[in-house]
């Protein structure tokens, strides 16, 4: 690991400060992502802000909306009772995902800003990275890949974003808060991530020195239902092969209004308003349910190991679809 | 401030790599001077002779590094030193009490919830936590929010009995 300055500033004006003052410094969170990048050489920071004690941390419930604190941690974000009952999607992501030690440390703003888990990003021996450096190749695109993203991406990079409370948070229309060193600014997280195929080396919309210091998260009217549904290759404490999030608000066996995100599939967590123009005023109806999974995965793009994911995604919005309405059927 | 006995490292220079590291260890007192490298898994392992906690993957995939910081159980190998500075944290060395060991551990013993032990440190401060969140519900449950300790071994039915039984004697 290359040696580095540790600060621990006490307030966010200062911190921002400081790491804009510094082009090789970084604010430093839960670590979870990050001292196992460092431990790897990946990434390379020569100064680290730790923020954790930053008064950042906690949840106000307003009546329309949860104001997170970017420190709340992903195991306490899902203890709040009004998750469970307004954003039923957002806590099961959020307990399906890593494990109880990682849901501790990982804070929900830290969650957001997750590398990609590429085993060729995450291996600095391997030079073809154009996520990493530029211009120099994709490793993943002629190698073994498997747990990799098939939209939003092109032969550059097939980088995932593997987080699963992000994918029901785009669906929801969450935003995050950011402080940077020109000022405070709110940024939809539907507009937040930069899709691979819009450029690899560039993850998310956010500056050096930008602070993500809240997540506002609208709860979902009285009426409206919601899951997320994970495939994995093991029963728990694994990424998603495909993930869905659904909410919706039925009337009688129509569906009147539907918001759908896909995980596991993107290289941003993949809001799906095709599929949900295709149902939204419908009556429920299993063959549609698939048609709309279809047009979501049309434009995929894959390579051997991921060809798999454009059924299996299909099939899992079809799943989730059927299990939501299935009292309406 | 009392410090622990002296580890195997040498104290690090004084200058803008090292860090002064103040917390409570299983209740006492501790000060690490260490690189600011350094994670809370070295430090207990090398500067204070705490080798029940185990160096397994050291990513943060396997839970053989499990310790409670302020209660909550997290992985030591993820976390840096310097991020426990005036905070709690307990090990597997202080499960124990003054009346022998704690009742996870016994019957850890008694269920055979082990084989070569290289994970059971991990287990155990996990199992702790887990009885503490009222995750205890049902095997199902239990093995859900155990997931994150590994066993090669594969003594996990094994380890599901040892927590249901004082999970069950908890009334949990």
């Not at chain 2, 200058?15 to 209740?27: H, K, R």
Request: one cysteine or more; a neutral charge.
């Amino acid at each position: 690991m290359r040696a580095f300055v540790y600060d621990r500033p006490a307030a966010v004006d200062e911190a921002v400060a400081t790491v804009a003052a510094d082009p090789q410094a970084a604010f430093l969170a839960g670590g979870t992502t990050q001292v196992d990048l460092m431990k790897d050489g990946v990434w390379t920071p020569d100064r680290l802000v730790d923020i954790t004690r930053l008064p950042l941390r906690g949840i106000l419930v307003e009546s329309q909306q949860l104001k997170v604190g970017a420190l709340t941690t992903m195991e306490e974000l899902a203890a709040e009772p009004v998750v469970a009952q307004r954003l039923a999607f957002v806590r099961s992501a959020l307990l399906q995902g890593a494990s109880v030690q990682l849901r501790n440390m990982a804070t929900i703003g830290g969650n957001l800003l997750q590398r990609t888990r590429c085993r060729y990003f995450r291996d600095p021996t391997v030079s073809a990275c154009n996520r990493r450096s530029p211009d120099s190749g994709c490793a993943a695109v002629d190698n073994v890949a498997r747990m990799h993203a098939v939209l939003g991406v092109d032969e550059r990079c097939i980088a995932l974003h593997a987080s699963d409370v992000a994918v029901p948070l785009v669906a929801v229309e969450a935003s995050v808060l950011v402080t940077g060193p020109s000022g405070q600014r709110r940024i939809p997280l539907t507009e937040f991530w930069v899709r691979a195929d819009e450029g690899p080396s560039i993850e998310n919309v956010l500056g050096h020195g930008d602070l993500i210091t809240e997540l506002d998260i609208p709860l979902l009217p009285s009426g409206w239902r919601s899951g997320y549904l994970k495939v994995r290759d093991r029963a728990s404490y694994e990424f998603a092969l495909t993930s869905a999030a659904v909410a919706l608000q039925m009337d009688g066996d129509m569906i009147a209004d539907i918001r759908i995100a896909l995980g596991g599939v993107g290289s941003v967590p993949w809001r799906a308003r095709e599929a949900e123009e295709m149902l939204r005023g419908t009556h429920v109806d299993p063959v549609r349910f698939e048609q709309a999974g279809r047009a979501t995965m049309a434009s995929a793009f894959t390579v051997p190991g991921t060809a798999f994911k454009v059924d299996l995604a299909v099939r899992t919005l079809s799943r989730q679809l059927l299990t939501m309405t299935e009292a309406s059927r | 401030m009392k410090t622990t006995r002296s580890g195997t490292r040498a104290p690090a220079k004084q200058d803008q790599y090292t860090v002064d590291v103040f917390a409570v260890v299983n209740g006492a007192p501790v000060q690490w001077r260490v690189d600011t490298r350094t994670t809370l898994l070295e430090a207990l392992r090398d500067s204070s002779g705490l080798t029940g906690t185990k160096r397994g993957c050291d990513q943060g995939a396997c839970g053989a590094c499990t310790v409670h910081v302020d209660g909550a159980r997290v992985l030591s190998c993820l976390m840096l030193a310097a991020q426990v500075d005036g905070r709690q944290v307990t090990t597997v060395e202080g499960l124990a009490g003054e009346l022998g060991m704690h009742p996870m551990q016994e019957a850890f013993l008694r269920h055979d919830a082990f084989q070569c032990g290289f994970c059971t440190s991990g287990q155990l401060m996990s199992a702790v936590c887990l009885l503490r969140e009222g995750r205890a519900g049902s095997d199902a449950e239990i093995r859900e929010y155990m997931s994150g300790n590994l066993c090669r071994c594969g003594a996990y039915p094994n380890i599901v009995a040892a927590v249901r039984e004082i999970a069950d004697g908890a009334g949990a």
